[in-house]
């Protein structure tokens, strides 16, 4: 079957501007999380939607980020007035309730100029 | 601070012969530990886990070993594959499934043909 899917596969944009990324989670997973890589870094955690529950939004950086999943499935990170520190891979990972590896998508390569 | 590190930030290994990557972590509350893969410009792809109620998981040419007093824990390949050339993540989790995933900043594997 399909697995993550994100898009775009690379963002360019200039400092200022809001961003959008999108992630399309494997059918059927409850759980979908967003992770980001800055260049030389290890994976970073950002936020974590599981079914209904309020989502922990622990690792965001700052209120310039955000994020929302509808439906359940969809999910949208929103980066406004982008930085040139914003500018790192941004990672979605889904994986099902009772599983305990999370399946990662190709990432977003974002760059802020 | 640096939860889960990998202090090797690369390494080498001639085709046909173990290769060992290693992981440690400070935060005692980690029960559940995994490595993932990755290749340029894909998404990390799970590997191998290890809960903490054991010291050793196989599968097939991976093997995870777990140390928990001296909390840390490895990763042995054998026999190292041309096709096992990527970076490694080691991440630790607190409960199993679906909680965020705390990274290291990765080994970058290389096997010598």
């Known amino acids: 079957g399909a697995g993550v899917s994100q898009s775009p596969s690379n963002k360019v944009t200039e400092k200022g501007k809001d961003v959008e990324l999108r992630c399309d989670p494997i059918?059927?997973?409850?759980?979908l999380y967003w992770y980001r890589q800055s260049l030389g870094q290890g994976l970073e955690f950002l936020i974590y939607?599981?079914?209904?529950?309020?989502?922990?939004k622990s690792g965001l950086p700052s209120d310039r980020f955000s994020a929302e999943r509808t439906g359940g499935s969809v999910s949208t990170l929103t980066i406004q007035r982008t930085q040139q520190e914003d500018s790192a891979v941004y990672l979605c990972?889904?994986?099902?309730?009772?599983?305990?590896?999370?399946?990662f998508g190709p990432g977003t390569r974002l760059t802020v100029l | 601070d640096q939860q889960v590190k990998q202090n090797s930030p690369s390494l080498s290994v001639q085709e046909g012969r173990i290769s060992i990557l290693n992981c440690d972590y400070t935060?005692?509350?980690?029960?559940?530990f995994l490595w993932y893969k990755k290749y340029p410009a894909e998404g990390p792809t799970f590997l191998i886990s290890?809960?903490?109620?054991?010291d050793k998981n196989e599968d097939g040419r991976f093997t995870v070993f777990l140390n928990k007093s001296a909390k840390h824990l490895s990763l042995h390949i054998v026999p190292s594959q041309p096709g096992d050339s990527a970076v490694y993540f080691c991440?630790?989790?607190?409960?199993?499934?679906?909680?965020?995933?705390?990274f290291g900043t990765g080994t970058r594997l290389t096997i010598i043909p």
């Open positions: 991440a630790a989790s607190v409960g199993f499934g679906n909680e965020k995933l705390t």
């Open positions: 939607f599981q079914g209904n529950s309020a989502p922990d």
């Open positions: 059918s059927g997973h409850t759980a």
């Open positions: 290890i809960s903490s109620i054991k």
């Open positions: 935060n005692s509350m980690f029960d559940y």
């Open positions: 990972a889904s994986s099902p309730r009772t599983s305990g590896k999370q399946f």
